[in-house]
């Protein structure tokens, strides 16, 4: 069984910032099952936020449906519930809409790689300036346990009780596959490292894909706690692991039975976000949404035949 390293630093520099973690803090009831990784996720973000000393005034929080979209009020802040699946493209009109603030999307395996498995494609190719958090339980958690396309081959759930006859995707592969600025994955019970590897995504000038592989006791009795921690294994541990080097990161990924690697996988810090793309934005210091006012369109179709 693996072991986060020593944690006396990093609890001493978050309570130093005690104040600013009670600001994001909501005095909601929680309705995770116990033992639901969404706590611990929810806690790593947090942290992160507060350890990059963003100010929940200067972020924006889009929830998808589902167990992991309860977090919507379970964290004080600007937070929006999008439709299920359709997180990502909420919050990237958001981040283009105003680059001023940080934009964060969570969402579940079941609605995003299903319903809006669409809008992270594009995303992910268009290198949007915002942070995607997948919850990956491995399940449809708020409807009570049906498989997703992440659910293990042959798990009985609920709706497929003689067990799921496909083969789950490969998440960061997949995602390895549409030319991605980053990609890291976390272990909902670690939750020191899930907040380094967010706070390493809240830094990043793209689209940053982050994995949580998250625990679900209702629903997914197969990966515990226990199967997980016998097999993650960390990039920071690893001989000359380079997060820059693409097909490091697939080798890195392509097991999800023996070896589960965590960390940030892949990154190229070199490639320009979606709105550097664009030269008549050039020099323009005023976001999209401080130049929403009336227009004439004359001007620009008067050439138009
Ligand atoms: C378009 C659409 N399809 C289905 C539903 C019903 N629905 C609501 S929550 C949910 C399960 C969500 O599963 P997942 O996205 O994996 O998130 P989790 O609950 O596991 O965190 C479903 C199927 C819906 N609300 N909208």
Same mark, same amino acid.
């Given at each position: 069984? %693996? =072991?986060? $390293?020593?944690q006396? %630093?990093?609890?001493?520099?978050?309570?130093?910032?005690?104040k600013?973690?009670?600001?994001?803090?909501s005095t909601e009831?929680?309705?995770?099952?116990?033992?639901c990784?969404?706590? #611990?996720?929810?806690?790593?973000l947090e942290?992160?936020?507060?350890?990059?000393?963003?100010?929940?005034?200067?972020?924006?929080l889009?929830?998808d449906?589902? =167990?992991?979209?309860? #977090?919507?009020?379970?964290?004080n802040g600007?937070t929006?519930?999008?439709?299920?699946?359709? &997180?990502?493209? &909420?919050?990237? #009109?958001?981040?283009?809409a105003n680059?001023?603030i940080?934009?964060?999307?969570e969402g579940?395996?079941?609605?995003?790689f299903?319903e !809006?498995?669409?809008?992270?494609?594009?995303?992910?190719?268009?290198?949007?300036?915002? @942070?995607?958090?997948?919850? $990956?339980?491995e399940?449809?958690?708020?409807?009570?346990g049906?498989? %997703?396309?992440?659910?293990?081959? !042959?798990?009985?759930? $609920?709706?497929?009780?003689?067990?799921?006859v496909?083969?789950?995707? $490969?998440?960061?592969?997949?995602?390895?596959?549409?030319?991605?600025t980053? @990609?890291?994955?976390?272990?909902?019970?670690? &939750?020191?490292?899930?907040?380094?590897?967010?706070?390493?995504?809240?830094?990043h000038? #793209?689209?940053?894909?982050?994995?949580?592989?998250?625990? =679900?006791p209702?629903?997914?009795?197969v990966?515990?706690?226990?199967w997980?921690?016998d097999? @993650?294994?960390?990039?920071?541990?690893?001989?000359?692991?380079d997060?820059?080097n693409?097909?490091?990161?697939?080798?890195?990924?392509?097991?999800?039975?023996?070896?589960i690697?965590?960390? &940030?996988?892949?990154?190229?810090?070199?490639?320009?976000?979606?709105?550097e793309l664009?030269?008549?934005?050039?020099g323009?210091?005023? %976001?999209?949404?401080?130049? @929403?006012r009336?227009?004439?369109?004359?001007?620009?179709?008067?050439?138009l035949?």
């Amino acid at each position: 069984m %693996s =072991c986060p $390293n020593n944690q006396s %630093s990093y609890l001493r520099e978050l309570a130093a910032k005690k104040k600013d973690f009670m600001a994001y803090e909501s005095t909601e009831v929680m309705t995770w099952c116990s033992g639901c990784g969404d706590y #611990g996720i929810q806690k790593a973000l947090e942290r992160a936020l507060v350890l990059e000393g963003i100010k929940p005034h200067e972020t924006l929080l889009c929830f998808d449906i589902g =167990c992991n979209g309860n #977090g919507a009020d379970k964290i004080n802040g600007y937070t929006l519930h999008g439709l299920h699946g359709r &997180v990502v493209s &909420v919050a990237a #009109g958001a981040c283009l809409a105003n680059p001023k603030i940080k934009v964060i999307a969570e969402g579940g395996d079941g609605g995003t790689f299903s319903e !809006g498995i669409n809008h992270l494609v594009h995303s992910v190719r268009s290198n949007y300036p915002m @942070v995607f958090i997948l919850h $990956n339980n491995e399940n449809y958690g708020l409807t009570i346990g049906q498989a %997703s396309a992440l659910t293990r081959k !042959g798990q009985a759930m $609920n709706g497929t009780p003689d067990g799921v006859v496909l083969q789950p995707m $490969n998440t960061c592969q997949f995602v390895l596959g549409l030319n991605p600025t980053f @990609v890291a994955r976390g272990f909902s019970s670690d &939750v020191k490292h899930m907040t380094e590897i967010i706070r390493a995504g809240l830094r990043h000038k #793209g689209f940053a894909f982050i994995e949580i592989m998250q625990l =679900c006791p209702t629903f997914n009795k197969v990966t515990s706690a226990k199967w997980f921690w016998d097999r @993650v294994r960390y990039t920071d541990q690893q001989k000359n692991y380079d997060p820059t080097n693409l097909k490091r990161a697939r080798e890195a990924s392509e097991d999800l039975e023996k070896e589960i690697m965590l960390g &940030v996988l892949y990154q190229d810090k070199s490639r320009p976000s979606f709105p550097e793309l664009f030269e008549s934005r050039k020099g323009i210091t005023t %976001s999209l949404s401080e130049e @929403v006012r009336p227009y004439s369109i004359k001007e620009l179709i008067k050439n138009l035949k």
